[in-house]
């Protein structure tokens, strides 16, 4: 069992900047490939970024040059930091930790919302 919590989520004004926290209850986390995913009111989750237990990283085209996903395995933490954000950045942002062997189930946390004003 995986226990995530989101943190650092807030109101920013756009061009802003904010880092989420993804802390994990276990240290079995840093075999977890590790997602931010987001939602915005009245769309469908998307993944933002992602990262491997190798520390490969990949990122939606939207976010690409602003965000950047990193993991601590010490501190059992992954984060994103987000740069130049902008109104459209505003959603809920959850973190899943994904097994990387097929069939395990994957964690989600709870979300921490974030708004960026125009």
């Known amino acids: 069992q995986v226990q995530l919590v989101e943190s650092g989520g807030g109101l920013v004004q756009a061009g802003g900047s904010l880092r989420l926290s993804c802390a994990a209850s276990?240290?079995?986390?840093?075999?977890?490939?590790v997602g931010w995913y987001r939602q915005a009111p009245g769309k469908q989750r998307e993944l933002v970024a992602g990262?491997?237990?190798?520390?490969?990283?990949d990122y939606a085209d939207s976010v690409k040059g602003r965000f950047a996903i990193s993991r601590d395995n010490a501190k059992n933490t992954v984060y994103l930091r987000m740069d130049s954000l902008k109104p459209e950045d505003t959603a809920v942002y959850y973190c899943n930790a994904r097994h990387p062997v097929f069939g395990y189930r994957d964690y989600w946390g709870q979300g921490t919302q974030v708004t960026v004003s125009s």
């Open positions: 990262i491997t237990s190798g520390g490969s990283t």
């Open positions: 276990t240290s079995i986390f840093s075999i977890y490939n």
